[in-house]
Structure formats: C-alpha cells, structure tokens
C-alpha cells in the first residue's frame, strides 16, 4: 500500500495553533471525538446500504462491457454526447477536464484521443441549435442518462435526438443511442428495451451524486481514452484508506469532522479552490456532493435543522484576482478547500526578457509550475495570517489513479459529514416542490392539484416590479 | 427612452408580503429611505471620480480605434489571446459568452464571426501547453492586459509570448502584440513604448472590475464582431435610468438596498443564478465585482467590519439537479438573484415519440423555450414557497444592447452596496499580502522583510497532516 500514489490531506490552517480564534482547539477535537467515533460505527453499520462504496470491488465485468462498446463508438463516431443533468453530467465533466486535453475538443482527430465529447446538462433553445452547428449528427453517438427515466430535461433531449437520428440516420438510429438506467423501473428502461439500445445500469442504491464510479461516468471517461480500471484501483485504495479506524489518521474522516466542527461554528461556506485547470471541474463535482447530501431541512429524529454547507466554486490563481480579497478581509463565514498538484505535467521556464526591468524580470528562470504552487502556498500563508480556516488537498499528480480516489476521499468525507450531522445524505426531497410546478405547468398527467394550487398563487405586485 | 429594450427586475420575492418571516417589509424600506437617500446624494458626489460612469458616453474616438485594430486583427490572424486575469478576463469572457456562437472556438472559419478567442486567466503550465497544441503562433495575435504592468502572472505570460514570437515569427513579432495598460505608469507601458506595441489605455478611476466598458473588454468584443457602440449605448440607456431619484424605482438602487437589508439580516451568500447558457458567465463576472468590491475588513470610518456577501455561480435548469435542494431546505442564508431572458435566439419544438408513455410524451408539442421558463418560474416559486429571498432581472433578448445595460446595472448596484456599507468599493487592500508572499518567495527585489517574516512562520506539525 505504502507504494500507491496517496494523496495527502494538510489541516494545520485549521486549528487555532495555526489562526487563532476561527481555528479549531485539540480540546475541540478531543471533545467530538466520542461523537465521531458513533457516526464512524454507523457508518460501517449502513455500508451494505451504501452500494456506491462497492463500485471499485464489484465492476470488473461491467468494465469489460463498457470497454467494449468504448472501442466500438470510438471506431465508429466523431463526437458522443451524453445527455444528462445533475450527477449524470458533473463526474463525466470532471473527470474528462482532469485526465483528457484541456482543449481536447478543438484537437485535430489525429491527435484527441477518442471522438469529441458534450455533456449537455441544460435545455437552453440556444445551446441544442449550437450543438447541432458543430455535431455531423451522422457521426455521433448519444448516451442518456437518467436513473429514473423521469428527469423532464433529459427526456426532452432524448425526444429531440430520436426525432434528429431518424431522420438523418432512418433505419438504423436506435444503434446511436446507448442508455444508462436503472435495471428494473422507470420509462428509459422500457424505451431502451422497445427499442433494442445498448443499456448499462445505475445499480440500486447508487444515487446520481455518488454515481460517477458507476456506467455512468465510466462510459464517456472510456470513450474518451481514460484507463477506468485505474480510476476504480485508485478509488479502492482509498476505500482502504478509509477503513483506518483511528479518526486522526483517517483524512476523510477528519476533513468531515473539522468541517462539522466549523459549521457549528457558523462557517456556512465551503469554497474548494484546485490550483490546477484540470481540477477546475471537480468543485463543480463536489458542489452537487457537498450540497445536495447536507441542505437538508429535517434531521434524522424528524425535527427541523435547515443545515448545509453551500459549496462556492473558485480556482486558483485565477480567483486570486476575484475572491481572495473577500476571501482575506469579509466575514469568517467560510472554511477553503484548497486542491493542489505535487507534479503537474508539463513544465515550462518563464525566458528571460526585460532585464532592465527589475520587476519583471525576477520572473526569468522560474517555472510557471513554481510561480502556480508559490502562489497557492502564499494564498494559504495569507489566509492563515488573516484567522480563515483552510485545508489542502494534495495529489502526487493528477492521473485516473488518484483521480479515483479524491473522488471516493469526497464521497467518503460526505457520507461521514452527513452522520455528524445526523441527516440523511442520499435523499433530496427539496427538489421536489420546483420538479412538481414544472409538471404542473406543462401540463403533465397527474398533477391536477398543483396546477390549482400555481393558479390560486397571489398576483405579482406591479409595485416591486422596475422596467 | 420608451421604445429601447429595457432589463426588468422583479423585487416581489424579497417581500415579507410574499415569502414571509425571511423577507423584508414595507417597514423596513421605510426605515432605511433615510439612508438610501444619503447614500444616493454621496454616490451623486463621488461621480467625477468614478470614471468608469463615463465610460457610455466618452469613447467615441476610442471605439473607432478598437474597430481599426479589430478589423486589422480579424483580416490578419486567425486567433486571438488575452493574456489578463481578474477584471482582465471575467468581463471579456462573459460578453463573449453572452454574444457570440455557444461552441465559437470549434465553428469552421466560415461560419465564426472572427478569430477563435483564448482567453488565458491562469499560469498553469499546463494549460499553456495546451494552448500552443491549438494554435498556429504565427496566426495568432495577443492582447496583454494590466493596468499596473505589475501583475506576475500576466507579465510571465508576456514573457513567454515574447519569447514564442520572436522564435516563430522573427524580425515583425511584437506588431502581433496589443498592450492594455495605465497611459502613463508601470512597466507594460514602458515595455510598449520600447517595443513599439500598439496600445490602449485604461482610464484612470477604472480599476480593473469595473473596466469591460473601457478598452480591456471592448478589443476582444470587436475582435470577435461584437457591436461594441451597442454595448456602450445600452450602458448609457442604463445611466439614464439610474438617474431616476425615487429610489423606488430605481432598479439599482432597489436591489443593492433589498440586498443590504438581507445582509445585515445574515444572509451573507448571493446566488446568481442564469437561465440561458448565453448569461452563465455574467455569474463569474458579478463574482468578482460583489466579492472584491464588498469584501473590506475596515469601513469608510476606519473601524473593523469585515463585511461582504459571497457570490456563488450557479447555472438554469443545470444546478436545480446540483444546489436547489441546498437552496430549498438548507439555511436561510442567501438571496438568489435570477436572470431571465424574454425571447431566446433560437426555438426548438420537442417533438413526438413515445406516445403509449404519458410521463414522457406530455413534454412533445411544448418548445425548449417553455421548458426552460417553466422550469424557472417553477424554481422561483419553490424557494418562494419555503420562504427564500430571490429577485429576477430579466432580459427582453440578449443582445449587445442589453448586455450593456445589464453590466452597467450591476456596477451601479454594487457602488450603491458600498455606499449603503459605508465602504470604499474601489480597493482591493486585501490581496496585497498574497501578493507579496509570492513576490518574496520568487525573491522580487525589495521583499528581503516578507521573506524572512515567510521563513520565521513556524513549521507544520506533522500531526495535522495525513496521507
């Protein structure tokens, strides 16, 4: 195990040894330990409920599938499409901006390394027009995505490239379109069994937020090229890791506690900064994690709690020149993730230039690689010098190995956090309310008494209404 | 002034009236007229100092010159790079986003309406390096900006281009460089003087998030044949209407006083929240000019605040399947701001299909364009239903005009925020020690103090760290 890339996790910025009054005590800990030491016990106690904790064990021959109906679009297409929203979208976006090209889709074919890539996870008029600007329909393949067969936007798509590939493709267009459902219920599955599409499950269990180690994220990732047994070795690495029972020693664990301890601590922010473009993606990831499993309204005994954390997406440097400053001088509201890189790979040395000016030309001969992590560890050090709360994710390099497991760190990390917390982690009963409105107001079968009820709804006050 | 589309901002989901005991009353607007008014007279007074206010109504002879370089540019290149950060690149990005193709960058030359647009807001090396795997350097012009001249990462990439250039391109490389700088100090204008770069100037009293109105935003808008006196004249429309005194109907105004009011009612997290593709990197953009102008640790009286809302992106319908349910159920700690548009560019009939399944063929027959409205009237009335504060702003259509408007709103409603917070919304004093943690760590002349405090800054424990 010792011999594993580890991706290795830094608290010191959140205790008060390194901030002061906003960082956490020993006695803190100390004092919730008792508390961890129960949720880690029921942790254990649900995990044959926790299907998506099996994913990296119990795949290999759903890996095999995948792997060969990869090789068949990747022989046969120019661009796949995956059609999906929410956690159908977010894993594969992260997962392809980490380990493919930055500019993969602008890449000569000779170069890219499987055919284009969209995730359409919206149903903007303007963006279903400008994708059929850049697709040869002809060319493609699509994936849909949806455990339930029910998600409104993922089935209008679906209705939208059915109706595209008959009349581009006739005959044969159902061989386009592979699905991804649940095994047993909901209307995807029927359809895809009426009309003989290759389909891969979202096994039981497997919410869409913890779903990217499943067919879900597993196909677009092979299509395009990326090594899935690799992404699943790393993710069971860390389900290794994540069996240490000394809470301190458990990074998972301790990052959710620290974050548990912060929130009570009125901390109601989770920024996560990656000083890396290719982890850009993943805060948008854990954004969909950290939010949809802890905004809960009621806690596990029934009563009212309206706890969560909400995720705010940056990324390093860049936001250094657009939120550090609130990041540095607001309120102490916020506890920063940061994600780092030991190696990135490519490096490049700044040339000289402008030797007559001194301020510029200090930069000659360092590497962009230094000046990026130079500016992380100073966004730390100010961070700490100013009382915020941050800790630092750390991945030796960014391969589907350790890509795999700061996946499974997160989902890990979520699931514990959500024990503290004691709530459920993997219901979102809030969506409901705007999902049933929808229906209503489009007219679907069934929801008689919600489209009374937007009916009944007060007039807008013409007076709070300027322009 | 009638007949000009108008941005419509509806402020009903603020009120008590409609969303209960988390929104406000007519009372409190009442009680704060004093101040709003005060704070109104004071933004009145400080006008001539803030020049960006101008910036609609002073550029004519610079907009001729940015179309002449523009015109240049598009007959000679075939790609154009921004090398710029913070206000450098988010007002750029989103105006292009907001106006041009949704998938510009991959449309052949035929159907793109200028050279493909990098804009490059990060040093990882990284993603140079995929920048130069899809560029021709030869056919490729670049736009440095920085108002300073001192900002590292953009002078390493200048570094870095002045070296690719003179390799690739030889005697004629810098007429492929455009500098915007300060007209008079700082080291890129030096640099351009010497080197004889074609030049633009940022005003002065435009500091760098309030400048996609001056030449910083304007070149690579016209670049990429955006009509930027249409930008300029929908900001001056927006002037005109912010001249309005009664604050009531003042939009502006009304939104940065209803979010004043929810700050210090604790919500501390602005959601924006784009309902169009088009729109989703004004979110960005308004991150930066919120968080950096309102994030001040002391107020215009010298004494400790720490105040500031945190802005989180979050995209229509995309994150209702991401953040809604945090939104819904979690804390009451945030105001949602929606952007809405009227009429899309584009309309799009879902089709028939899959008639035997009702909970899938009641979407055929209705457009995208209702699915997405829908989809957001029903968001606004869920939060508005669990009791959350929101206001929508929205858009007769997108165009150059209306993105001015839209622009010149928020930053208006931004410097009446700081106004209202008794702040200076124009500084940025707390990057200033990441800034020069990095400078000392890369050994810039004259950080020997910053280096030996970096190096007296006690080890970390090793406890802490895990992994």
Redesign the interface.
Known sequence: MKNKP???????N??A??IGAHGITEEEIAGHMAQAEAAAKALAEKRPQMKWRELPHNQAKIVEKIRKTAEYVRANYDAFVVLG???S??GPIAVHQALN???Y???PDS?RNGPRLYVE???????????L??IDIKRTAFNVITKSG????T??Q???V??LLKSACGGDYAARIIATTDEKKG?LI??AQEYGLTTFFVPDGVG?RFSELCPVGLLAAAVCGIDIAELLAGAAFMDD?CGEKDI????AY?AALLQYISMKRGK??SVMMP????LKYMA?WY??LW??S????YGLSGGEV???Q????A????D???????????????VVTFLGVDE?????V?????GH????S???G???????K??Q???E??LM??GRPSFTV?LPSVTAFTVGELLYFFEVMTAFAGELLCINAFD????E???????A?????GFDEKRAE?KA??E??P?????
């Open positions: 580890r991706i290795r996790v830094d608290f010191n959140m205790m040894a390194s929203i929410g956690g979208a977010l090209h930055l500019h889709n602008e890449l170069k996870d919206n149903v903007d008029p303007e963006r279903l027009a400008a994708l600007d850049v029910s998600t409104s936007e089935m209008a679906l209705l939208a059915f109706d209307n029927k359809i869409g890791l301190r020693k458990n990074a301790m109601n922010i000083y890396a473009d290719s948008d954004a969909q939010a949809e802890l905004g809960k309204r309206f706890t969560g909400t995720p705010v997406k990324l390093g440097v860049t250094q020149h657009s939120q550090v400053q609130l990041y540095v001088e607001g309120p102490f509201d916020k990135y790979r490519s490096e490049y700044i040339p000289g230039g402008f000016i001194p301020d510029v200090f930069l000659s360092h590497t962009l690689n230094e000046l990026i130079t500016e560890a100073a966004t050090y100010a010098k100013a750390t979102q009963p809030g969506v309310g705007g999902k049933q409105a929808t229906y107001l489009l007219g679907k079968p937007l709804a007060p807008k006050d007076k709070y209404i300027v322009g």
